[in-house]
């Protein structure tokens, strides 16, 4: 916080006349006896634009830096919850010797249409709930099932394609979309998954 006290400096210039410097407030005022003028001095437009571009700039990154946290934070939520729903269907296979949809262990089922299971909430999957039709069903195997942390639901797919060349590697997995949502036999780089068999 600024004083409002004066502050006087004298000296002498070139001999003739002085310049002096008084403090009023927060403002530096310079009366120059020489030739009469006075002039506030402070910073320069060009300055404060530059200060604020600097702001800016440092801004941007920051955020950048804190959407990038948070987005790899969310990739490994998604992968704790795969990893969780993977021992899940581990302890239905133990039990009703079935997968999810009572699909049968171990089959991948390329090329047949209708496979997947997009919703493993519902009572076919046999996770959470069962339709009774799980022999020796000892569940829940889960209490709920969560959805992904973009807010999709996690999917168990017989044919999924798990090579993202231009190759073909087909498997049984259970995942998550991704950050982008996009999924239904949309087999991306971004989709956070574990396999249960590959062919």
């Avoid at 829940?140 to 394609?161: A, K, Q, S, V």
């Amino acid at each position: 916080m600024c004083k409002s006290k004066k502050r006087y400096f004298r000296g002498f210039v070139n001999g003739a006349g002085f310049t002096r410097y008084i403090n009023f407030g927060c403002r530096l005022w310079r009366h120059d006896h020489t030739d009469g003028r006075s002039c506030i001095t402070g910073f320069t437009l060009i300055e404060l634009l530059v200060v604020i571009s600097i702001i800016g700039i440092l801004a941007t990154i920051i955020l950048a830096s804190l959407n990038n946290a948070r987005n790899s934070a969310r990739i490994v939520k998604a992968r704790a919850e795969v990893s969780q729903i993977r021992k899940a269907i581990a302890f239905l296979e133990n039990d009703a010797n079935e997968w999810p949809g009572h699909k049968t262990i171990d089959d991948v089922q390329t090329g047949v249409s209708g496979n997947e299971m997009w919703d493993l909430t519902v009572p076919e999957a046999g996770l959470a709930v069962t339709d009774g039709s799980f022999q020796n069903w000892d569940g829940p195997y889960m209490n709920t099932i969560p959805l992904d942390p973009w807010g999709n639901p996690y999917f168990f797919d017989t044919d999924y394609d798990i090579d993202l060349t231009a190759g073909e590697e087909w498997a049984a997995v259970v995942g998550s979309f991704g950050p982008n949502g996009d999924g239904q036999n949309v087999y991306d780089e971004d989709n956070v998954w574990e396999t249960l068999k590959v062919e």
